[in-house]
């Protein structure tokens, strides 16, 4: 079982740090059970094995020392970042939109970094924010491909089809705000086992009434994809709730730009994909501004202690 006490913010960073490792496997893992099972039901499935992970790792939490904010405001929050992003992608039409909600989701790390700033007090220096440009840059030459990325055809897409857009751009929100509110509310607090049963009963509910599509036939590879997705997904989430309680948010947040990245070198023998030319310079770009994330973080940090130190 996971556990808060006498954890160092090196460490508790270290734990979170498994989190977009554990998310870049879980893109296709997802994508093979919706072939698999189709959204709703595999959705279920997914949570239903992810709830089981992350209670052996983190168990139950105590709701009598829990933040009566962080109960009412921050798991409902979490709740409709997962509902948000999956009716993005459901709500999307094609290749070429799923990849647009795609980069709009993106947004979250840069949103959870920007709310660090201006609600958790963390210090930090101006080039976070061309750092910050740069790595989403990269995000979008990596989910373009060697096509690029069109303003003029993305503004025609949204116009036809806002409300998909609309959801990616609530779940990219509503994560970064569970991810400050985590940081500022949290505590020893973790309550992912709480989170994945409600989305497991928001999902079968969805299953129940026939939303999203269903598959022509179960098949081993949607099975395994199941399993390991629920692993992935629990481990990822319970190291990150650890990690934006205790360690440095914009590390992670920072480190987090490298989820995409993670997801298309893991999708090169788990679905075949092919990475081209467009993927490697997406990388060199968002290697480029993380770096200059962490360096302004890094930087900040210190300065903050210096003034801790003379105060």
């Given amino acids: 079982m996971l556990s808060y006490r006498n954890l160092s913010v090196r460490q508790a960073t270290l734990i979170g740090l498994f989190a977009p490792v554990c998310w870049g ?10 072939e698999g099972f189709g959204m709703a039901q595999g959705q279920f499935l997914l949570y239903c094995v992810a709830t089981v992970c992350v209670y052996l790792i983190v168990r139950f939490p105590n709701f009598k020392k829990m933040d009566r904010r962080y109960l009412w405001i921050g798991i409902p929050t979490a709740n409709l970042s997962s509902l948000s992003f999956c009716l993005a992608i459901f709500t999307s039409s094609g290749g070429a939109q799923t990849m647009e909600v795609g980069m709009v989701n993106y947004l979250w790390p840069s949103l959870t970094i920007l709310f660090a700033v201006l609600f958790n007090k963390v210090r930090t220096r101006w080039w976070l ?46 994560w970064a705000g569970y991810s ?19 989305d497991t009963a928001i999902f079968g509910l969805f299953w ?4 999203g599509s269903v598959p022509v036939a179960a098949s081993a590879h949607g099975l395994m994809s199941v399993v390991f997705g629920g692993f992935a997904v629990g481990v990822a989430y319970a190291a990150w709730t650890l990690g934006m309680s205790r360690g440095s948010i914009t590390i992670l947040a920072a480190a987090s730009y490298f989820t995409p990245v993670l997801s298309c070198l893991f999708a090169t023998f788990w679905i075949d994909a092919q990475l081209d ?31 801790e130190k003379t105060a």
């Fill in 25 to 34: 496997m879980s893109v296709s893992l997802v994508r093979g059970i919706a």
């Fill in 129 to 174: 924010y061309p750092g910050l440009v740069v790595a989403f840059a990269g995000i979008v030459m990596i989910l373009s491909g060697d096509k690029g990325f069109s303003l003029a055809e993305f503004a025609g897409r949204f116009a036809q089809n806002p409300i998909s857009y609309i959801f990616a751009l609530t779940a990219a929100v509503t």
């Fill in 277 to 307: 030319s467009g993927f490697w310079s997406g990388v060199a770009l968002v290697v480029a501004g993380s770096l200059l994330c962490w360096d302004a973080t890094g930087r900040g940090m210190k300065a903050k202690q210096r003034h």
């Fill in 180 to 198: 400050s509110m985590t940081r500022a509310w949290g505590g020893t607090s973790n309550p992912t086992t709480i989170i994945f049963l409600i």
């Fill in 208 to 211: 129940l009434l026939g939303i």
